[in-house]
């Protein structure tokens, strides 16, 4: 066997997740291969040129769970890392009116104030909950799941530790972690809110990337995935990457790189090789044979396990655990290049509201409602949609005097009434839709388009390897999280397949760009504990 084609480990994809692990394993001495099969690394965190001289973060196009230590172990900045906050959340309302809250307290309050004095005041004291909810729960996105099968007393020790700090601020903290684990994003939020101007637009966290109403039971957990953020210490902080999500990826590999590991693009792996029940190394789709100790998919379960290492390869049990794992893509994304700005009719001219995020969230019903469309395999008329201008930040994304706008949109199910194969007669119509929808608000907006780039969550799956275009590898419902994802056993970043592990965002803790699966699973690997 060539030297050159063994190596300690190999990391099929080069998503931001195989990216951190390949670069923690490399700091650790091994020597490492990452293999994706696109022209660049990034998977969904990717920049691309769709149109001459505007470059799209084509998926993910946000950061604020990237977690501080992985920036710190890897030195991310010194690898060009930096993020830009966003501070602004901008919701236009049908009638005239809009919300804009923003960094300054006083501002956000009198702007909440027009329509409820009551939830003006509530509201600060909501963020303080909020925070105080996400720094209980961080830790449990910053280790392995506990175990509560497992004799071990260390993982007795967690969970009593983990049931610890739950309980000892007392009944009421208790209280708002199952509340928070089992309602829905609206009931929640309607315990502390009376308007509906504030609600809806609040409530949407709970739904991205999940095939869920903002009415549905266990939305309120999303809703707190979202408010973990963290940018230079700053808590519940969003940011937008310079030169876009791809920058994020790029500067992981070049810490990767800088420890040693090797990075191939445009190396596709055709499947696992096994002896026996053991992983020992890949096949290419050009048939190289590259071969390791230890082969670790940064790819989501579906893919891992029904592609790379074939049903017939696995236990019944398992695979139909896995066959379970919901994945059901329920998100599109339009991406625009503009030849000037916006302007909203209810806040005409450049301000900062067009700075950070901008919410097309009117109402309950009308969010309700698309998630109805999605239910019966139509993609929603009016759907919730959030939406990003980066140029303005970041004016290296766009020629002078143009801009970029990023359309997250919701809903956008895989699977429509005729399969998901319609969405190749359908993308152009859904992306009519989404642009209607938002010139109900910006009637301009059909007239500063140069270019218009429409992805389903077929092209989720066809072009970035997103099984039914999920963007989390798996839906963040309950029955999915901690020591039950991707299955009952089998969440602590090993697989049935000896040798072979998992560090994508389809195992603990879950979904966005956060990095934390890929490092847990390189200690994991290493047989080490986060320092």
């Known amino acids: 066997m060539a030297k050159a084609n063994r190596y300690d480990a190999i990391l099929i994809g080069g998503g931001h997740n195989a990216l951190t692990c390949a670069a923690y394993l490399a700091k650790a001495g ?21 149109h001459p001289g505007f470059h799209f973060s084509a998926c993910s196009y946000v950061v604020s769970l990237l977690r501080p230590w992985i920036v710190r172990d890897l030195n991310l900045p010194k690898h060009g890392y930096e993020v830009i906050p966003l501070e602004e959340t901008f919701t236009p309302f049908p009638d005239g009116r809009y919300l804009l809250r923003d960094a300054d307290p006083e501002r956000t309050r009198r702007a909440i104030a027009q329509f409820s004095q009551r939830d003006a005041e ?12 996400g720094r209980q729960v961080k830790p449990i996105i910053d280790q392995p799941p506990p175990d509560p099968s497992s004799f071990d007393p260390r993982e007795l020790f967690k969970l009593l530790g983990l049931g610890k700090t739950i309980t000892q601020k007392g009944d009421d903290w208790t209280a708002a972690h199952v509340k928070m684990l089992t309602m829905s994003a609206v009931d929640f ?45 700053a808590f519940r902080a969003w940011g937008l990457p310079r030169g876009g999500t791809g920058a994020v990826a790029e500067a992981i590999a070049s810490s990767a790189r800088s420890f040693g590991a090797e990075i191939r693009t445009e190396a596709a792996v055709e499947h696992v090789i096994l002896d026996g029940d053991r992983a020992t190394g890949v096949v290419l789709e050009n048939g190289d044979q590259l071969h390791a ?28 655990q896995i066959k379970r794992f919901k994945m059901r893509g329920s998100s599109g994304k339009v991406n625009l290049a503009l030849d000037a700005l916006p302007e909203f009719t209810c806040k005409p001219g450049v301000g900062r509201h067009l700075y950070g995020d901008i919410t097309i969230a009117p109402d309950i019903d009308t969010l309700e409602r698309a998630y109805d469309d999605a239910k019966y395999g139509e993609f929603s008329k ?32 895989y699977k429509l009434k005729n399969g998901p194969q319609d969405w190749e007669n359908l993308r152009e119509a859904f992306g009519d839709a989404v642009i209607d929808h938002l010139a109900e608000y910006a009637p301009n907006i059909k007239d500063i388009i140069l270019h218009r780039h429409v992805l389903t969550p077929w092209d989720l799956e066809q072009t970035y390897g997103l099984t039914e275009g999920n963007i989390f590898h798996g839906e963040l419902s309950l ?24 560090c994508a965002s389809g195992t603990h803790p879950g979904g966005g760009i956060m990095g934390s699966p890929g490092a847990m699973c390189a200690f994991a690997v290493l047989g080490e504990e986060r320092r």
């Not at 990034?42 to 920049?47: F, P, R, S, V, W």
């Not at 100790?293 to 790379?308: E, M």
């Not at 029955?479 to 998992?502: C, D, H, V």
Request: proline share 8%; aromatic share 12%.
């Open 382 to 413: 009016k759907p919730f949609m959030d939406i990003v201008i980066p140029s303005l930040n970041d004016p290296s994304v766009a020629p002078p005097g143009k801009h970029t706008m990023s359309m997250f949109v919701q809903y956008a199910p």
């Open 189 to 233: 939020l309607s315990e502390w809110f009376e308007s509906e101007h504030l609600i809806a637009p609040m409530s949407v966290s709970g739904i991205i990337g999940t095939f869920l109403g903002i009415r549905s039971p266990g939305t309120a957990y999303v809703l707190l995935h979202h408010y973990m953020g963290e940018i230079d210490g």
């Open 479 to 502: 029955e999915q999280l901690a020591f039950l994802r991707p299955a009952p056993g089998w969440a602590r970043y090993r697989t049935p397949i000896r040798n072979l592990w998992m």
């Open 293 to 320: 100790d230890t082969v670790i998919s940064g790819c989501d379960p579906h893919r891992t396990f029904f592609g790379f290492v074939g049903e017939q390869n696995l236990d019944s049990e398992f695979t139909t």
């Open 30 to 50: 091994k020597k490492v291969v990452v293999l994706e099969r696109r022209h660049l690394v990034g998977g969904a965190t990717i920049t691309e040129e769709i």
């Open 122 to 133: 509530i509201y600060p004291m909501f963020g303080q909950a909020m925070s105080e909810l």
